[in-house]
Each structure stands twice: as C-alpha cells, then as structure tokens.
C-alpha cells in the first residue's frame, strides 16, 4: 500500500509541479538568444519585427480564456501583438520552445527579451497597449 501512495505521489508531483517547473525554465533559457529560424507567415513576420509580443494559446485552455479577449484587443489596435493557435500552428511553438499555454514571447532586434509562462506580467501588457 504504502508503494502504491509513493507512486502516486510522485505521478502526482511530476505532472503538475515538475513539468510546469521544466516549461518555464526551457523558456527562460531562451532570454537573450537570437530568434531560431521560425517557419510560416508569422514566423516571416515576427522575424521582420523589430518588437514584438507572441501570445500563444490553445482554444481548450482555461486560462487562457481570460487572456486571450486582451491580446485579441491589443491585437486589433495595430500593434506588435500576434496571436497563435498552438494547435493551428505547431511548427512555430516548437520553434519558440512553448510547451504549455499561455505562453507569451517577447521579442526586440532578433532576440528574445521575455519568456512567461501562465501568468502575464501587467507591466508586459502596458508596454505594448
């Protein structure tokens, strides 16, 4: 029995503390790199960009839900926000490294400045609102 409680404490403890923990330090490792090749349209654009802010998202996500009506917003405004579907473009998360939603990508001069998993600064939003 007691074999049993491990195992599941430890399922447990993997799947939704130490994956979470790993997404957040795989992104967080890209801070400061040149952007990877990054395939499609919006890969072609985000490259051109000078700055730029990727939210990614998944439509069954629950946390994205609130999110993804204000990015949508900052979106229509003109400005350097784009928003992806992770499950319509897979090609473009691998590239950037997304392993949850909502992730978003900061980006200026080629690099990426900002990698957040989950929660979204407020002072992120207000740089690019």
Do not use: W
């Not at 491990?6 to 979470?20: E, H, I, T």
């Not at 900061?106 to 992120?124: F, L, N, R, T």
Request: aromatic share 10%; glycine share 10%; proline share 8%.
């Amino acid at each position: 029995m007691t074999t049993i409680v491990l195992v599941a404490f430890a399922a447990f403890f993997g799947l939704f503390v130490g994956l979470p923990l790993y997404a957040r330090s795989r992104g967080r490792a890209m801070q400061g790199q040149a952007l990877p090749p990054l395939p499609g349209p919006t890969g072609a654009r985000l490259a051109r960009a000078g700055r730029a802010l990727v939210y990614f998202f998944s439509p069954s996500c629950r946390a994205c839900r609130p999110l993804t009506p204000r990015f949508q917003d900052l979106s229509r405004r003109g400005r350097s926000v784009f928003l992806v579907n992770v499950f319509e473009d897979v090609a473009l998360a691998r590239a950037l490294r997304v392993m949850g939603t909502p992730s978003v990508v900061e980006i200026a001069q080629g690099k990426v400045v900002g990698y957040h998993v989950g929660s979204v600064p407020a002072e992120v939003l207000a740089r690019f609102a």
